[in-house]
């Protein structure tokens, strides 16, 4: 159970106040302050740590079969990582991935088929090793993160409508947020 405890309060509370930072900043100055990003910065990278341990360490392990859970789980992660590689390397630096260059709208690569590639790529990773490493804690702090980007993303949309306009909706019209999905 501490692990469960842990991995949600190292994302909750530090990411809870970036994201509170986040939505501030975005509407009164166009961009993210050093500060909100490297708040949000240690809560993801914080929390996908406690993920990882907790799947190594298999923690409330999952009763499924070693092989499945290990081919599927690596299959996920490895994708998630593509995935996520790819959409980190669309942005071109940390300053434009983390939100303190705002200044063109990223519609290259991976963003051609995916609105969201890294976030879907961050999930796929942490829901990878948790199915590799059988553990029952590090799905459950897996879908944390999924959560954490199911309330950033309406939040980073209407951001990205306001920076850019029609050229924001019309990418929107044409690009799915997570490759088919078009939420």
């Not at 299959?75 to 300053?95: E, Q």
Request: aromatic share 10%.
């Amino acid at each position: 159970m501490g692990w469960l405890v842990v991995g949600t309060l190292v994302l909750v509370l530090p990411g809870t106040w970036a994201l509170s930072r986040a939505k501030r900043e975005l509407v009164a100055r166009g961009r993210l302050s050093t500060r909100t990003v490297l708040l949000a910065f240690v809560a993801y990278t914080g929390h996908a740590l406690v993920t990882c341990l907790a799947a190594l360490q298999n923690v409330w392990p999952l009763a499924v079969d070693r092989l499945v859970a290990g081919s599927l789980g690596v299959v996920m992660l490895s994708v998630g990582g593509i995935l996520y590689l790819a959409g980190r390397s669309a942005f071109g630096s940390f300053r434009r991935t983390w939100g303190l260059d705002c200044g063109r709208l990223i519609r290259d690569g991976v963003y051609r088929y995916s609105r969201h590639p890294q976030t879907l790529g961050s999930v796929l990773v942490l829901l990878g090793a948790a199915l590799a490493g059988r553990s029952s804690v590090a799905l459950i702090l897996a879908g944390v993160l999924a959560l954490a980007a199911a309330v950033w993303l309406p939040i980073e949309e209407r951001f990205l409508e306001r920076q850019f306009g029609e050229e924001y909706r019309q990418y929107r019209a044409r690009t799915a947020r997570f490759f088919g999905w078009t939420t």
